[in-house]
T-cell receptor, first 113, second 114 residues
Framework: KQEVTQIPAALSVPEGENLVLNCSFT??????LQWFRQDPGKGLTSLLL???SQREQTSGRLNASLDKSSGRSTLYIAASQPGDSATYLC????????????WGLGTSLAVNP | DAGVIQSPRHEVTEMGQEVTLRCKPI?????LFWYRQTMMRGLELLIY????????DSGMPEDRFSAKMPNASFSTLKIQPSEPRDSAVYFC????????????FGQGTRLTVV
């Protein structure tokens, strides 16, 4: 059974820092991995999608990496800004016929001005 | 496109009442997902549809929960009778393709059962 863990659960950093959020999964047979952002009281926004054959994806100041063999993904945020404050969720979709996303509990990020 | 639209945004109801949550997926998407989010358990997939057909409802917690998708542009999640432990935020998401490569989420319905 796939399990997704995100560490740390919460993170507070000063503005301008580069930071790394971690996601680990127990079953390496994945179809893809996604990073989402959730603002308080809002829905989820997909940030980056990495297919199982890819090693990383980049969008602006965000870079996500995937190491299937070790069951890990990292989300790197460069030059953090207060507007980056949100909860970041990692979700894994299994290979085969399973269409379900399996979710981590998220990392709550606060970037302080 | 306006994105995935959910209604109502907030619902407060008394225990025992019927609650109906509604979702309009993005036009052209053929997969629709209902999720429940709580602090303790995070996001849980309740049910998903592909081409209006329920594919997996193993996440539906009890018989009190039911979901329908009568057409490609509308889905409902019904709880009858509601209980205080059903209080959560319920999200609807839609995507395109058999594997639902990327999911677009609605703003959610915050349900409070008192």
């Amino acid at each position: 059974k796939q399990e997704v863990t995100q560490i740390p659960a919460a993170l507070s950093v000063p503005e301008g820092e580069n930071l790394v959020l971690n996601c680990s999964f127990t079953d390496s047979a994945i179809y893809n991995l996604q990073w989402f952002r959730q603002d308080p009281g809002k829905g989820l926004t997909s940030l980056l999608l990495i297919q199982s054959s890819q090693r990383e994806q980049t969008s602006g100041r965000l870079n996500a990496s995937l190491d299937k063999s070790s069951g890990r993904s990292t989300l790197y945020i460069a030059a953090s800004q207060p507007g980056d404050s949100a909860t970041y969720l990692c979700a894994v979709k299994g290979a085969g016929n399973n269409r379900k996303l399996i979710w981590g509990l998220g990392t709550s990020l606060a970037v302080n001005p | 496109d306006a994105g995935v639209i959910q209604s109502p945004r907030h619902e407060v109801t008394e225990m025992g009442q019927e609650v109906t949550l509604r979702c309009k997926p993005i036009s052209g998407h053929n997969s629709l997902f209902w999720y429940r989010q709580t602090m303790m358990r995070g996001l849980e997939l309740l049910i998903y549809f592909n081409n209006n057909v329920p594919i997996d409802d193993s996440g539906m917690p009890e018989d009190r929960f039911s979901a329908k998708m009568p057409n490609a542009s509308f889905s409902t999640l019904k709880i009858q009778p509601s209980e205080p432990r059903d209080s959560a935020v319920y999200f609807c998401a839609s995507s395109y393709g058999d594997r639902g490569t990327e999911a677009f989420f609605g703003q959610g319905t915050r349900l409070t059962v008192v």
